[in-house]
């Protein structure tokens, strides 16, 4: 079915490839890059992500969080090694056996619940607890860890990987980065071999890095970098990467109103002056946050218009009163998050209107709003 609903949004996948490529030529020391595409490719759509990556970009592996990520991704034919960095109990570890994906393993259990099914040798990446305390083995695991993979001829050790909770400190002596990957040093030096992946490097560690002149002497695993988004405000990255993603709508109705009244549930904004709203087809069902009422901006005819009124579940409201011909704007154009005129929204923007953290912002649009793909300068 055609669209009908002007709400969508673009997807520009010669940025993503873009991206893609200048992150990989950072770590000269490794080859290993591991694009996330978690959460539908952080709100960006996975299959088609995942397919631009390695037909287009020659993307080796991929991220995803769980088994059903992976699978969906298989049965749409996406190519790559997909790496699944959380999975629990026989049934999932049957699962990445049987589709022949990667398990990234961080605890026993795990590691007990593949091999106890394994028929033929299958790939595992061993995740290390350096500080973040979510997941993976301590260094006291280790002599253990050896024992247990000795046992099996089918396991191959293909990697070693921890998680930063602080990737952004990662240039600073004695902060938690640093310290964290002192001990991943020490855990992977009891297996050190030439064909083993080490990667540890988040966005904001990345960024972090780049931005300093120092060296990525492990394996990067971008996610928002990948996407075109700064990872912190300070990682500001605009000279390497490029935002893929904006979200359009369109004016679909205007209401003249009167000094004195209000706009939307419970009355929050009142006019003080004569006004006219835009009605644009979009509200919180479809990723707009709640939060942004009365606080948030849009932009129209290349101009910032203020977000009137409490967000709906399908609506949002703008004020449309300073536009020059704004009587005539049904059907113009609304730029949420992207380029229009010489103006700019970026999702680092967005995030910090809604008081919300920018993962949160393009993780939460909704599976109703299209994505339009395709290669637009």
């Known amino acids: 079915m055609d669209q009908l609903r002007p709400t969508h949004l673009v997807i520009h996948l010669d940025r993503l490839l873009k991206n893609f490529k200048a992150l990989r030529k950072l770590s000269q020391q490794s080859s290993f890059i591991c694009p996330m595409v978690k959460a539908n490719a952080y709100g960006h759509g996975d299959v088609a992500v995942?397919?631009?990556?390695?037909?287009?970009?020659?993307?080796?592996?991929l991220g995803v969080s769980s088994v059903e990520e992976a699978i969906q991704l298989q049965i749409s034919e996406v190519q790559g090694q997909l790496l699944v960095f959380n999975f629990t109990g026989k049934e999932a570890a049957y699962e990445i056996l049987k589709n022949n994906f990667t398990a990234v393993v961080s605890n026993f259990q795990q590691l007990d619940d593949l091999i106890k099914q394994?028929?033929?040798?299958?790939?595992?990446?061993?995740?290390?607890?350096?500080?973040?305390?979510?997941?993976?083995?301590?260094?006291?695991?280790?002599?253990r860890l050896k024992k247990e993979i000795g046992k099996s001829?089918?396991?191959?050790?293909?990697?070693?990987?921890?998680?930063?909770?602080?990737?952004?400190?990662?240039?600073?002596?004695?902060?938690?980065?640093?310290?964290?990957?002192?001990?991943?040093?020490?855990?992977?030096?009891?297996?050190?071999?030439?064909?083993?992946?080490f990667h540890a490097y988040n966005s904001a560690a990345t960024a972090r890095l780049y931005l300093t002149g120092r060296e990525l002497d492990f394996g990067l695993r971008p996610g928002l970098l990948a996407y075109g988004i700064n990872p912190e405000p300070d990682l500001k990255m605009n000279s390497l990467i490029s935002p893929v993603m904006e979200y359009k709508s369109k004016i679909v109705a205007i209401q003249e109103v009167k000094s004195g009244e209000v706009v939307s549930y419970g009355g929050t904004w009142r006019a003080d002056k004569d006004s006219l709203i835009g009605i644009v087809p979009a509200g919180y069902a479809d990723g707009i946050s709640r939060s942004l009422s009365n606080r948030g901006e849009f932009l129209v005819m290349g101009q910032r218009v203020p977000i009137r009124g409490l967000v709906c579940m399908d609506y949002t409201m703008v004020d449309l009163s300073n536009l020059k011909g704004s009587y005539n704007l049904l059907g113009e154009e609304v730029v949420l998050i992207g380029s229009q005129g010489q103006d700019h929204i970026s999702v680092e923007e967005f995030a910090g209107h809604a008081g919300r953290v920018h993962y949160e912002i393009v993780t939460n649009i909704s599976e109703r709003v299209p994505r339009h793909y395709g290669d637009w300068a």
């Open 118 to 143: 394994e028929k033929s040798e299958f790939r595992v990446h061993l995740k290390m607890n350096t500080g973040m305390n979510r997941l993976g083995f301590r260094t006291q695991d280790l002599e």
């Open 153 to 197: 001829r089918f396991i191959k050790l293909e990697g070693f990987c921890t998680h930063l909770l602080s990737g952004e400190n990662i240039h600073l002596d004695k902060q938690s980065s640093q310290n964290q990957i002192g001990e991943f040093k020490k855990a992977i030096a009891e297996f050190s071999q030439p064909s083993l992946y």
């Open 50 to 61: 995942g397919k631009t990556l390695t037909e287009r970009g020659g993307c080796q592996f």
